[in-house]
C-alpha cells in the first residue's frame, strides 16, 4: 500500500510539485486529463453513468473510487482491485459483505483521525486498503501512527510542499518517508536501483538518507548517499545520470526501490549495464538491434531487414506460422525467439521500445469493457466458434487456420522408434496441478469461510446467475413448470437409458455378506454398506449433460446411499436445464446445488448453512473442478474423498484390415470434438497403406460436416496413428497407454478382450460405438484417464459402498488363536494386546 495518496483539488497545480508527487504516489483526481492518466478517478456524484467510470478505467485509471450505490452498480462488472469505496464514517455500517469483496480498499471521509475508529474500520475492510481524507495536513508521526495500523493518509495538493514541513503543509519527501524505519546505526535505507526500460533489471544496491531521496523527488535525479563522501549525485561527472520513473518503500517498510533510465554507459563503474553483470535476454537483444540501427555494415543481414521493409514482413509472417506448427517445448521455445528477433527488429525500426510495448501491454490489461476477440477474415476461413461452444470448451484456441488443408494425424511406426521415443508416445499433455491447486486455493478457503454468501457472489461473478439461495430441495421437481418442458424422444431417451444403466449397476450391488471360517471357531466376515452422503458435479450451464447425472445418480441410487447431491451450474436465469430436473427426480436426489467450478466442490466438501457436507465427491469437470478435487481430498479437515483423478477425454482404436474406414474415423472424432486437449490414438494392426489411406480420408471428410470443426481441427492435429505388426503387438501398445477408451475393430474382437489389462471401458467390434457407452448402454462413462487405468476402475456401484469386516471368535477357537495372537504381540513389545487375550484365557 502507498504510504500516501495525493488529492488533485485544484486545477492550477504547480507542474513541479505535480510531477514530484507522481514519482512516489497515486495521484487522485476528480477530472480524468493527462495529468491524471496513471492515477485514481474520484466519482462522487453517485448519479455518475457507470459506463463512463468504466470508458475512464479502460483508458488507463488505475482506480475508480466511487460511492456505496455506485459499488454495487458495478459489482461483478468491474475487477475488485480497480474499485475503492469512497465512504463517511456515518455508513461503514451500511456495507455488505458482498460489496466488501467488490473491491480493493475504500477512502474513508472523517472529520477528524480517530485512530480507533480507522482502526475498526481497517479490521472491517480486512486485507484490503484504507485511506483516510482528513481536513487537517498530517504530520509524519501521524502518518506513522496509520501506518501501524493498516492505513494511509490522502493529502489534498494543498497542503503537500517540496520546502520544509510547516504547520499548513508537509513535505512530499516527509509524508513519502513518513513509514520508513532504519535498522541501522547510520539511519541509511538499503536501495535497489532497477532499470525501468529493460523489464525491472537490477542495477545495483545503494544507500539512501532523507536529504538523499528528498533531493531525489524534487529533482527527478538519481540521488543517493555515499558512506564515505555524503550525497552522491548519479552521473555528476561520469555523464552516467538517472532520470527517475517512480520510488518505492518496499512491503515492510525498511528498504527502498528506485525505478530509474539510466543513460550513457551504465549504472557500474566497470561500465557495464549492471553491477551484476551485462544484459541478456530481450535486454540485450534491444540494446543490439538500437547499436545495429546505427551502425550495422552494409550487407548484414540485419542492415537488410532494416533497409528492406518486404523481407522484414515476410519473415515475422514465416516465423509465426512456424511457432503455430511447433508441437514440442523445444520446437515452440525455438521459433518464439525466432519470431521475437523479428519483431523487435521492426519495433526498433520504427523506434519503438521494449518498454514501449509493455507501456501498451498495461494498457490493455487496464480495460474492462473487451472486444470478441474473434480473427480477421483474412486469417480465417471459417467463421468464428460461437459464443456458447467456445465457453463450453476451456482453453478453445481461435487461432488461425487453413480450411482448405488436410484434417489429419501424424504417424510413427511402433518398430522403429526407441525406447525413449515409445515412452514419449505414451504421455499426455502435463497438467501443472500445484498451479492448478494455488488457483483454487482462495476459491475454496472463501466458501469454507463464508459459506453460502460466497457461493453466491462467485456464482454471480462466474455464472453471471443471481441467487436467492444456492440449494435446491424437493418438491421443486418434477413439478416444476421447466421440469415438465423436455422434448418427448428426449424424455423416452433418457428412460430407456436409465433402465439401462440401472438394470447394469445393480447387478454389480454386493449385498450377501462374504463369510470365511478361517479356523474352528474364527469366523471372519466383510459386507458392504452404503457410503452415506455423496456429492454429484455434472458440469453445465451452457452445456445440457443428463448423461452424467445418470452416470452417476443412477449407481449412488442402486447403492442405497442416504443422501444424494447434484451440484451443476446454474444458467443465467439461476434455472437448472429441465433435463437434469428430470434425471435428478428419477436417481432420488435429495438436493440440487446450484454451482460449479471450485466452489461447488469446496461446498460439498465442507458443507454451508444450506448445503450438507458430503463424504465422497464424483464427476468430470474442467481443470478448476479436478483441482480443487484434488486440494479437498488432502485436507483432513474435510474428511471427503473424491472417485478418481481426471483429464481430457481420451480413444483408442485398434483396426485391422477387417474394419469400416468410415466407422473408425467416427469413433477418432466422437472424442476430438470434446476439446483441443482430447487424446485421440488409431494403432493399425497391420492395417494396409490403401485401408490406412481411407481412414484418413474419412477422417477429413466427416470433420468438414460437424459443427466443432474449429475444435476437432486442432485436435486431431494433435493425434497420433501408430502403426503396429499384428494385434499383439497393438494391445501390448495399447496395455502401455491405458485409455480411458478402447475400441477393437478387430477380426474376432470379443477373442481379444482377455488380453486387455489396462483400460476405463473397452468396445468391442464394428457395432460398439463409444457413444453408447457414453449415453445408453448400461455402463458407466466417467472412467479414468490420463493412464490411470492402469491402477483405476470407472465408476460403479461399489464406488458408493465401502467394505467392512467383522470376526466372531468363539471360546474354543480364543483357546486355539489366543496363544498366536499373544505371542505376536510380546514379539512386537505390546504388552496390552497380549493381555487382552490372556485374561480372557486365565493364563
Not at 482528513?134 to 490522502?154: E, F, Q
Not at 523481407?311 to 509465426?320: N, V
Not at 515412452?423 to 492448478?436: H, I, W
Request: glycine share 6%; proline share 5%; with cysteine.
Amino acid at each position: 500500500m502507498s504510504s500516501f495518496l495525493a488529492l488533485l483539488n485544484s486545477e492550477q497545480v504547480d507542474e513541479e510539485l505535480l510531477a514530484a508527487v507522481a514519482r512516489v504516489a497515486p495521484v487522485i483526481a476528480s477530472k480524468f486529463t493527462p495529468k491524471s492518466t496513471t492515477g485514481y478517478l474520484l466519482v462522487e456524484d453517485a448519479s455518475t453513468d457507470t459506463n463512463q467510470i468504466i470508458t475512464h478505467l479502460d483508458n488507463g485509471v488505475v482506480k475508480a473510487i466511487v460511492p456505496l450505490s455506485l459499488a454495487k452498480s458495478l459489482l461483478g462488472i468491474v475487477p475488485a482491485h480497480r474499485l475503492l469505496l469512497l465512504l463517511d464514517v456515518a455508513n461503514v455500517s451500511a456495507v455488505s459483505d458482498s460489496v466488501r469483496n467488490a473491491v480493493s480498499g475504500v477512502l474513508l471521509k472523517t472529520s477528524t483521525l480517530d485512530m480507533d475508529l480507522i482502526q475498526s474500520v481497517s479490521r472491517f475492510f480486512v486485507g484490503a486498503a484504507v485511506y483516510v481524507l482528513s481536513p487537517d495536513p498530517p504530520s509524519p508521526s501521524i502518518m506513522r501512527k496509520l501506518a501501524a495500523i493498516g492505513a494511509s493518509v490522502v493529502i489534498p495538493f494543498s497542503q503537500l510542499t517540496l520546502g520544509s514541513t510547516s504547520k499548513n503543509s508537509i513535505s512530499v519527501a516527509d509524508a513519502f518517508l513518513a513509514p520508513i524505519v532504519s535498522d541501522r546505526s547510520d539511519g541509511l535505507f538499503p536501495t535497489v536501483v532497477s532499470s525501468d526500460p529493460h523489464g525491472q533489471r537490477t542495477l545495483g544496491l545503494v544507500y539512501s538518507s532523507r536529504d538523499s531521496v528528498s533531493e531525489s523527488i524534487r529533482t527527478g535525479k538519481g540521488v543517493y548517499h555515499s558512506r564515505k563522501h555524503g550525497l552522491w549525485r548519479k552521473g555528476e561527472t561520469s555523464g552516467a545520470t538517472q532520470d527517475i520513473v517512480r520510488i518505492r518503500l518496499d512491503c515492510d517498510s525498511d528498504a527502498l526501490e528506485f525505478s530509474v533510465v539510466q543513460n550513457g554507459a551504465g549504472f557500474c563503474h566497470l561500465n557495464r549495464a549492471s553491477c551484476f553483470g551485462n544484459l541478456d535476454g530481450l535486454a540485450a537483444l534491444e540494446r543490439t538491434l538500437a547499436s545495429c540501427l546505427v551502425d550495422a555494415p552494409e550487407g548484414s543481414y540485419t542492415r537488410r531487414l532494416f533497409n528492406d521493409e518486404e523481407l522484414l514482413r515476410a519473415k515475422i509472417m514465416e516465423e509465426a506460422d512456424e511457432l503455430c506448427r511447433a508441437k514440442t517445448k523445444e520446437e515452440v521455445a525455438f521459433e518464439a525467439a525466432d519470431l521475437i528477433y523479428f519483431a523487435l527488429t521492426r519495433c526498433t525500426a520504427a523506434g519503438v521500445s521494449v518498454k514501449d510495448i509493455e507501456r501498451s501491454l498495461d494498457k490493455k490489461a487496464m480495460k474492462i469493457s473487451r472486444r470478441p476477440g474473434n480473427s480477421k477474415p483474412q486469417w480465417t476461413s471459417k467463421a468464428e466458434p460461437s459464443q456458447a461452444e467456445s465457453s463450453r470448451v476451456e482453453g478453445s484456441s481461435k487461432a488461425s487456420f487453413d480450411r482448405n488443408a488436410p484434417i489429419k494425424m501424424r504417424t510413427v511406426e511402433i518398430a522403429a522408434v526407441s525406447l525413449e521415443e515409445r515412452a514419449n508416445l505414451l504421455k499426455r499433455p502435463v497438467l501443472k496441478s500445484d498451479e492448478m491447486i494455488a488457483k483454487v486455493k482462495p476459491i475454496v478457503d472463501n466458501v469454507r469461510a463464508r459459506g453460502d454468501s460466497a457461493l453466491r457472489e462467485l456464482t454471480a461473478k462466474f455464472d453471471k446467475a443471481q441467487l436467492d439461495t444456492p440449494l435446491l430441495l424437493p418438491p421443486f421437481y418434477p413439478l416444476a413448470p421447466e421440469a415438465q418442458q423436455i422434448d418427448p424422444a428426449v424424455r423416452e431417451a433418457i428412460n430407456v437409458a436409465y433402465s439401462n444403466i440401472y438394470k447394469f449397476h445393480a447387478a454389480q450391488i454386493d449385498g450377501a455378506p462374504l463369510v470365511v471360517e478361517t479356523m474352528p471357531g474364527v469366523t471372519c466376515t466383510r459386507f458392504a454398506r452404503p457410503i452415506a452422503r455423496v456429492g454429484l458435479y455434472v458440469p453445465g450451464g451452457t452445456a445440457v449433460l443428463p448423461s452424467t447425472a445418470l452416470m452417476l445418480g443412477v449407481p449412488a441410487q442402486v447403492a442405497g446411499c442416504e443422501k444424494i447431491v447434484i451440484a451443476t451450474p446454474p444458467r443465467a436465469d439461476g434455472s437448472i436445464s429441465p433435463e437434469v430436473l428430470y434425471v435428478a427426480h428419477k436417481v432420488g436426489a435429495h438436493a440440487i446445488l446450484r454451482a460449479g467450478g471450485a466452489q461447488a466442490v469446496a461446498a460439498l466438501a465442507y458443507g454451508t448453512e444450506t448445503v450438507p457436507k458430503v463424504d465422497k465427491i464424483f464427476g468430470p469437470g474442467n481443470q478448476w473442478v479436478t483441482a480443487a478435487k484434488m486440494l479437498v481430498q488432502n485436507d483432513t479437515d474435510a474428511l471427503v474423498s473424491i472417485d478418481m483423478p481426471a483429464g481430457p477425454s481420451e480413444v483408442l482404436v485398434i483396426a485391422d484390415e477387417t474394419c469400416n474406414p468410415a466407422f473408425v474415423a467416427a469413433d477418432l472424432l466422437s472424442q476430438a470434438e470434446h476439446g483441443i486437449d482430447s487424446q485421440v490414438v488409431l494403432v493399425a494392426s497391420s492395417l494396409p497403406e490403401a485401408m490406412l489411406a481411407k481412414v484418413e480420408e474419412e477422417v477429413d471428410t466427416q470433420a468438414r460436416a460437424l459443427a466443432r470443426v474449429g475444435i476437432v481441427r486442432e485436435s486431431v492435429a494433435k493425434s497420433l496413428i501408430v502403426k503396429t505388426q499384428g494385434p499383439e503387438a497393438a494391445l501390448e501398445f495399447s496395455n502401455d497407454y491405458a485409455p480411458e477408451h478402447l475400441i477393437l475393430h478387430l477380426r474376432g474382437a470379443s477373442g481379444w478382450v482377455n488380453r486387455v489389462k489396462n483400460a476405463g471401458s473397452v468396445f468391442v467390434g464394428p457395432y460398439s460405438p463409444e457413444s453408447c457407452g457414453d449415453y445408453a448402454s448400461g455402463t458407466n462413462h466417467t472412467l479414468p484417464t490420463n493412464g490411470y487405468a492402469r491402477q483405476f476402475s470407472g465408476v460403479n456401484t461399489q464406488s458408493f459402498q465401502k467394505h467392512i469386516t467383522s470376526q466372531e471368535v468363539t471360546v474354543d477357537g480364543l483357546q486355539v488363536l489366543g496363544p498366536i495372537v499373544a505371542t505376536l504381540a510380546d514379539c512386537e513389545g505390546l504388552q496390552a494386546h497380549a493381555n487382552a487375550v490372556r485374561i480372557r484365557l486365565g493364563v
